[in-house]
């Protein structure tokens, strides 16, 4: 058994969040981006090799802002249905807006899911179901790709992997393909053992691993967030199948117009068949695990001078192939690196919509 403790200690997340997304953290990866891209064009550029713009497709132009504009829709109602509609629809345009721009500014590998709790409990939902539901779209997001994966196998085939390179890099892009595919199905299983299997032993290993010296001043913290969590998982269990297929569905589509977005990037400047396009969506996949492995803040600079080994072939020349990664990161990344410049001094300014809390009575674990 654990003594009640008196108080719980101050936390101040939201500190850590403000140090994490301050507004100067745009500057590294934008020079980073934008430096490979004007290497690309320095690389790539001869006279003429632009000429092709001047006869885009407007249509495809326009379906690439719709899917943008719809994927981000998409965001903002599974927020809020993870939610259970706490959320408001204008706090839920907030939580996805800052979640982005913690994309773009965190290393890939952690992305806007480490701020997601933070971000969520900002707007006032307790940090142990704030945590839930980031494990709910954590979960889902993971689950996607683990279904998906075979499909773009069988669609694809060998062609999920860039030709025209070295063997042994591309033997090496294969494995790395197979241990993240393993190590994302191995995740989602953890993921849902935490949230729907025994959520206590999760509370548990918390309050064990802040038993260490160096950790012991977090152990309090530590249990109420466990216990949060446990509460959270058993209503989340009870919620219903009306709540999980809202959340399954809107996570296809979300991740399904993610992924669409190159196919009508490029087919807006270049001959596109459906065949092609469900090509390039497959092998958004593979481009996806260089972007999990990427160090630098929403994978700048990784994604940019990646993009033409997975799509450069679909252009016709080096020049539009550096063209059209520069517009893919202005719409998918740049973008929302300014508006969250813009938005979050606001977002942060607003005051929380602060929760009461029951005290929680330590029971024992």
Not at 153 to 178: K, N
Not at 200 to 213: G, I, N, Q
Not at 219 to 237: D, F, I, P, T
Not at 259 to 272: D, K, N, R, S, W
Request: with cysteine.
């Amino acid at each position: 058994m654990l003594s009640t403790p008196a108080t719980p200690p101050p936390a101040r997340p939201d500190a850590d969040l403000v140090q994490q997304l301050r507004p100067s953290r745009i500057v590294l990866p934008a020079l980073i981006g934008l430096s490979v891209v004007a290497f690309l064009f320095w690389h790539s550029y001869k006279p003429g090799d632009l000429a092709p713009l001047r006869d885009a497709s407007w249509e495809w132009l326009f379906i690439t802002l719709l899917v943008l504009w719809a994927r981000d829709l998409g965001y903002i109602y599974r927020i809020r249905s993870i939610s259970e509609k706490v959320l408001s629809w204008k706090q839920a345009f907030g939580v996805i807006v800052v979640w982005e721009f913690a994309s773009c500014v965190l290393p890939s590998a952690a992305g806007g899911t480490a701020a997601a709790p933070v971000i969520l409990n900002k707007e006032g939902i307790p940090l142990g179901k704030a945590i839930a539901y980031t494990i709910v779209t954590a979960f889902l997001d993971n689950l996607y790709y683990v279904l998906m994966v075979p499909l773009v196998v069988w669609l694809a085939g060998d062609g999920l992997y860039p030709h025209g390179l070295q063997s042994a890099f591309v033997q090496t892009l294969r494995v790395l393909f197979i241990v993240s595919y393993v190590a994302v199905s191995a995740y989602s299983g953890l993921l849902f053992y935490a949230l729907f299997i025994n959520p206590r032993s999760v509370r548990r290993l918390l309050v064990r691993l802040t038993s260490l010296r160096v950790l012991r001043r977090f152990r309090r913290l530590a249990y109420r967030q466990g216990q949060e969590m446990v509460s959270a998982s058993a209503h989340l269990r009870g919620a219903g199948a009306a709540y999980w297929w809202k959340a399954a569905l809107s996570t296809v589509f979300v991740w399904t117009a993610r992924y669409a977005v190159i196919g009508c990037l490029i087919a807006a400047f270049a001959p596109m068949t459906t065949g092609t396009f469900l090509f390039i969506f497959a092998r958004n996949i593979t481009y996806k695990v260089i972007l999990l492995l990427a160090i630098t803040p929403g994978g700048a600079g990784i994604a940019e001078g990646a993009f033409p080994t997975f799509f450069g072939r679909f252009m016709g020349t080096a020049a539009m192939t550096s063209f059209l990664v520069l517009l893919y990161r202005i719409v998918t990344y740049y973008f929302y690196l300014a508006l969250g410049v813009a938005y979050l001094p606001r977002w942060l300014a607003t005051p929380g919509h602060k929760k009461s809390l029951a005290p929680e009575t330590e029971r024992g674990l």
